[in-house]
């Protein structure tokens, strides 16, 4: 190996360790095959972005495969079966997945009129074999868009069908899923081992039929890759099975389109999803099986969408709407479809049919989550907190009727696990007026979030947001409650303004500028509880970082820094 060579590894392995999140896929796997390939001569992909300014896709047309070369520069395209990069040379991928066309590939790039134009094809194509709703239909629309360069974007959302056996769940994954960027169709027999390494692959879109696991550990692993793939930076580690002291990094962020019967266990997943409840048609027009017509079409629109993919690559802000107003909608909702403003940015009539849609959906998740035990119990709590009765177990139970399968009320300590998931703490035990009481505290800012997230019944919201109208106030509680100290609980159920608690920094600019990042860095994810926070700020800090969305709700009880 040439002393120049040598000189060139150690400069790919520097910028590698240099590397951090958000680096352009193409440059990435350039850096990686090289640092791997021992003789640095060829790198095998479907993808590459060139140090010429062009950008190498590769097709399929059912005999060979071959590149797709956009100049950049000149919009010029040509077919080329292979590319030589200053003495790289770049191959295409050719394996059993691409000669029996599990991954389907665009055979060329196909001209198109305009984007509205090509909107309107795939809307027509959709509605020649799918029956969904027309408001959905068009957020589809928008993502099969995203997915052919979501390799620009930060975070995504999932696509996903919902329903009983014979709505037409598998038919969605077919029509919509054929015609996002590289499909690679799976089922829920699959393992994490293969979809990882799939994903690593190819970095195109997963549609997973039927994705209803089963909860064993496998299983488990594949939930976890879907949460983890909906943004950049979170790899999946695996030990190399021939080295044990070696760790394995798999990047899992890619599109995903997917099918279930039931609801996600995991509120993690269900929350990355954008679904679509599937009832049986009674449309007659709808073909009952996939033709070759089918087939033809979803490659016309994927030659089309290559060419989208082309002009558009380059042209894309991520961050384009983050300073965009979405409307109250919720923060996991905002962080999965923020991107999506990029699409938008020259076009106002659909940056607002977008914006309507979002809060469309998120009223409907409310009022899907307004029927949950969860539901029920945060609606017993705000009754309770506007009536000041004590926040007591059986007084939340019987509130909100929570019942056994024989119809007798719950007993006091089944409630324990669904509080601590809507982040309470553990009840404590005080005087409640002659007698003692296990009651809960709470926080009224936490109360004020669980409401906008549970509460389908605006007459209570609207009582509640008074109750507890300004945020910066804490209810009286019995003790410490984790790091937070806290006033007294007395019976009269008196609220007031403790100011700052603990050890608390009231420099607003100073705490978002220097302390925040620092303070998230050590927990998982970026995400605390925030009575911790709390108790290292304050609550006119918290108040204000959410406003300015520094920081935002992750989940019940916690706060998440917004990178």
């Known amino acids: 190996m040439s002393d120049d060579y040598k000189q060139e590894l150690q400069d790919i392995n520097k910028k590698i360790t240099q590397a951090k999140v958000q680096v352009k896929q193409g440059f990435l796997a350039k850096l990686l095959s090289q640092k791997k390939n021992s003789e640095g001569s060829e790198i095998n992909t479907s993808f590459y972005e060139t140090s010429d300014e062009k950008l190498l896709e590769q097709c399929f047309d059912g005999e060979k495969t071959y590149f797709a070369v956009y100049d950049k520069i000149t919009e010029e395209i ?44 795939i809307s027509h194509f959709i509605d020649n074999w799918l029956d969904i709703d027309s408001k959905y239909k068009r957020f589809a629309i928008y993502n099969i868009r995203k997915s052919w360069v979501y390799d620009r ?11 009983d056996y014979g709505t037409g769940k598998s038919r969605f994954d077919d029509t919509i899923g054929y015609i996002h960027y590289k499909p ?28 209803d696991f089963k909860n064993t550990d496998e ?57 679509e409840v599937m009832r049986q048609t009674n449309r007659k027009d709808i073909p009952p099986n996939l033709t070759a017509g089918f087939w033809k079409e979803t490659r016309i629109i994927r030659n089309k969408l290559l060419l989208w993919r082309f002009r558009n690559y380059n042209k894309i802000d991520a961050d384009a709407g ?28 659909a940056l607002e049919d977008f914006k309507k849609f979002l809060q469309n959906y998120s ?50 300590r089944s409630i324990s696990s669904k509080m601590k998931g809507l982040g ?17 505290p709470y926080i009224k800012e936490n109360i004020l979030m669980l409401a906008k997230k549970y509460l389908s019944d605006v007459e209570l919201l609207e009582k509640i947001k008074e109750k507890c109208y300004d945020v910066t106030d804490v209810t009286n509680v019995t003790e410490s409650v984790g790091n937070v100290s806290l006033d007294q609980f007395d019976t009269s159920r008196r609220i007031h303004n403790n100011g700052n608690i603990g050890n608390t920094v009231t420099d607003y600019s100073e705490n978002i500028n220097k302390n925040l990042p620092s303070f ?28 300015n969305g520094e920081v935002c709700e992750s989940k019940a009880g916690y706060i998440r820094l917004n990178l």
């Open 424 to 440: 309470f703490p553990i009840a404590k035990t005080q005087r409640v007026y002659e007698g003692t009481a296990k009651v809960y």
């Open 78 to 121: 040509t077919y080329q079966d292979q590319y030589d990069d200053n003495g790289i040379i770049i191959k295409p991928l050719m394996c059993e997945e691409v000669l029996k066309e599990h991954i389907k590939l665009p055979s060329k790039a196909e001209d198109y009129k305009n984007e509205k134009e090509l909107d309107l094809e």
């Open 363 to 412: 009223k409907e998740l409310i009022d899907s989550r307004a029927e949950t035990i969860e539901g029920r119990i945060v609606k017993a709590i705000c009754g309770i907190i506007i009536e000041e009765r004590d926040l007591t177990a059986k007084n939340i139970i019987q509130q909100a009727e929570l019942k056994d399968k024989n119809g007798n009320l719950w007993e006091s």
């Open 322 to 349: 983050q300073n965009v107003d979405l409307g109250d909608i919720e923060p996991r909702l905002r962080q999965i479809n923020v991107g999506f403003v990029a699409l938008f940015m020259n076009d106002s009539e």
């Open 184 to 211: 690679i169709a799976t089922s829920g027999a699959l393992t994490s081992a293969v979809l990882f390494r799939i994903i690593e692959k190819w970095k195109g879109t997963l549609i997973i039929d039927e994705a």
């Open 153 to 163: 974007f930060h975070s995504l959302n999932y696509l996903r069908a919902l329903g």
């Open 219 to 275: 299983s488990q692993d594949v939930v976890k890759i879907i949460n983890q793939g909906y943004e950049k930076g979170r790899p999946v580690m695996r030990v190399d099975k021939d080295d044990h002291n070696k760790i394995d990094f798999f990047e899992v962020y890619c599109p995903k389109v997917i099918s279930t019967r039931k609801e996600f266990e995991d509120k993690a997943t269900e929350s990355r999803c954008m679904t």
């Open 520 to 547: 998230f860095s050590n927990y998982p994810d970026m995400e605390c509880p925030i009575t911790e926070f709390i108790n290292n700020f304050s609550q006119d800090t918290l108040a204000k970082a959410l406003q």
